[in-house]
Nanobody, 126 residues
Framework: QVQLVESGGGLVQVGGSLRLSCAASGRTFSDYLMGWFRQAPGKEREFLACIGRSGGLTRYADSVKGRFTISRDNAKNTVYLQMNSLKPEDTAVYYC???????????????????WGQGTQVTVSS
């Protein structure tokens, strides 16, 4: 089992920045592909970014490419999502997810992640 706890969400103005963190516990963190997703009210959970087990590979959804950066610190068992140039449409609950089996190139497949955090709310006000 892997436990994931997100933090860092909050209220920010348009154009502002936030950094989300997701702390993992329970297993060897570097064994897991990590992803970030978000879900806005009335919408499906959306893939944002994923990062390979060593941190050398990253992928982004087009909606956040160039604005969001995913990173991980395997020594701290933590994955991050740096969010810049935030827009009102970025308002959502943000989730981190972990998979011990998913390959990096399938990292956008929401339903194939085994573990999820509880989510952290991000609200971008105009």
């Amino acid at each position: 089992q892997v436990q994931l706890v997100e933090s860092g969400g909050g209220l920010v103005q348009v154009g502002g920045s936030l950094r989300l963190s997701c702390a993992a516990s329970g297993r060897t963190f570097s064994d897991y592909l990590m992803g970030w997703f978000r879900q806005a009210p009335g919408k499906e959970r959306e893939f944002l970014a994923c990062i390979g087990r060593s941190g050398g590979l990253t992928r982004y959804a087009d909606s956040v490419k160039g604005r969001f950066t995913i990173s991980r610190d395997n020594a701290k068992n933590t994955v991050y999502l740096q969010m810049n140039s935030l827009k009102p449409e970025d308002t959502a609950v943000y989730y981190c997810a972990a998979s011990g089996t998913l390959s990096f190139y399938r990292g956008g497949r929401r339903n194939e992640y085994e573990y999820w955090g509880q989510g952290t709310q991000v609200t971008v006000s105009s």
